[in-house]
């Protein structure tokens, strides 16, 4: 028996295409989404550019019959525009001109009907609503990853005999025909699963104080050659951080795109921009033309267009987190940093005046071609999969973009840690030669005591 997939308008505003996702089903827009969906039409963000797609896409399937009646789609389902079951018994506290709610009475209309009715919504709360009238539900997950614990995380642990350790240290290379991994779930050794540019911890089996760490380059194992480099004043203090540091300080030529994912107080932003900082300030070697910051949750749409104020002094408020890294860069004297309060903003200011470091919203990063800048995209959990590909797709010649984030604190209404797309980019560029990435662990927090501490317990 087909399926009837009814569909909520934050579906649509999410993945516009989405109603093309059902096979030889048929899928239902209740006339309410229209409604709604012409509501975002003129957003100036990315909700209301899939509106205006998602509008496109009904009106070009109109032209093939009514919509009302039902047309056929290419995937050899349908697709109609449901307008009845106005008089569908619903609980009789619930508002009926509540969108949600109308959505609702359609699927149970629908399904009084004999058909075999799914309601596909994001909102968890009229996911609830629906199950509490007997409705069948289901998320939407168009570039759904594995669950967060099997996510991948750039880096393994292996084991290795130590005198094959001591030869890689001499030698600088290890084959892999050395390593053996420890499969938890099937209790056994293995040869490692390893990908290209994956992160190792290499163990000895002999002499459990003997460690080593490398990097798979397709062939074998070498070192990291950037794990102890000094930053302002800034030393990897775990392993973790020495992944992360390799990532950051290889050129843009081998590793145009890093993704670093990990919990707060893992140093996360600090790195991204004493590397950006180095790279443009000390090394002399012009490797980038600025530092380019965004953060996912300034749009630059209504809410704060009409703000007095250039772009800077708009999204200012949002970049504090910023500001707060910059502070400690600016002077590595942790006794002597607080001191004169106007003379550490002073040298943060400069560094904008100068243009050093810029800030802009992430909308106004489509359509463009950002060439020999070094862009950090903050707090990339709250990007959509969508979002993160034009942002990686804008990168030119001498770009190194980072994309930085915690996948347990999403804000995002429509997202979660497995739609993302911090983690969707995650998993689609593992074994790219032009990737780096690292997953930094909970005990890698060294924000202070109490935020370690919290990370283990909260």
């Known amino acids: 028996m087909k399926k009837t997939y009814v569909l909520d308008t934050n579906v649509l505003l999410y993945s516009p295409t989405a109603l093309l996702s059902f096979g030889e089903n048929h899928v239902v827009i209740p006339e309410v989404v229209l409604e709604e969906l012409d509501r975002f039409k003129k957003d100036k963000n990315d909700l209301g550019a899939n509106a205006r797609h998602a509008a496109r896409l009904i009106d070009k399937l109109r032209k093939e019959g009514k919509l009302n009646k039902g047309v056929n789609l290419d995937t050899g389902g349908t697709l109609r525009v449901e307008m009845n079951h106005y008089d569908t018994e619903m609980p009789p ?6 969108g949600d709610n109308r959505i609702i009475q359609v699927c149970k209309g629908l399904k009084e009907k004999g058909e075999n009715v799914y309601l596909i ?46 030869s890689f240290y001499k030698e600088k290379r290890l084959s892999i025909k050395e390593l053996t991994w420890y499969s938890e779930e099937e209790e056994e050794y293995k040869d490692p699963p390893l990908e290209l540019n994956q992160f190792l911890i290499i163990r000895s089996k002999d002499n459990q104080k003997q460690t080593a760490v490398g990097r798979f380059d397709g062939v074998n194992i070498v070192p990291l050659y950037n794990k102890d480099i000094t930053l302002f004043g800034i030393n990897p203090r775990n392993v973790g951080q020495k992944f992360m540091m390799e990532c950051l300080c ?21 790195f991204s921009l004493a590397a950006g900082l180095h790279h443009i300030l000390e090394t002399g ?73 810029t800030t802009e919203a992430v909308a106004y990063l489509r359509g463009r071609s950002i ?6 995209i903050d707090e990339a959990q709250n990007l959509s999969p969508k979002q993160v590909k034009s942002i990686i797709t804008r990168v030119g010649e001498g770009t190194k973009l980072i994309l930085i984030g915690d996948p347990e604190q999403i804000d995002h209404p429509f997202l979660d840690s497995r739609s993302n797309g911090l983690c969707y980019a995650s998993e689609k560029m593992k074994g790219s030669n032009l990737c780096y990435q690292v997953t ?14 919290a990370a283990k317990r909260l």
């Open 93 to 98: 506290t619930w508002d009926k001109l509540k």
């Open 121 to 166: 919504t994001k909102d968890i709360f009229e996911r609830i609503k629906a199950d509490i009238v007997d409705i069948e539900v289901e998320d939407f997950n168009e570039k759904v990853v594995p669950e967060q614990d099997d996510q991948y995380t750039g880096r393994i642990e292996v084991y290795a005999s130590t005198k094959a350790i001591d």
């Open 285 to 357: 070697e012009n490797k980038y033309r600025k530092i380019l910051v965004c953060r996912p949750n300034v749009t630059m749409d209504e809410d704060i267009g009409f703000l007095p104020g250039t772009e800077e002094e708009k999204i200012a408020p949002f970049m504090r987190p910023i500001y707060d890294n910059l502070q400690i860069l600016v002077d590595s004297d942790d006794k002597e940093r607080y001191k004169d309060e106007g003379e550490l903003n002073d040298k943060i200011e400069e560094l904008f005046e100068r243009k050093i470091i």
């Open 250 to 270: 290889t050129n843009a030529t081998l590793a145009p795109l890093v993704i670093i994912k990990g919990p707060a107080g893992t140093a996360k932003t600090l």
């Open 440 to 453: 930094l662990k909970y005990d890698e927090c060294e924000r202070s005591p109490l935020a370690f501490e």
């Open 371 to 376: 060439a020999k800048n070094y862009v950090i």
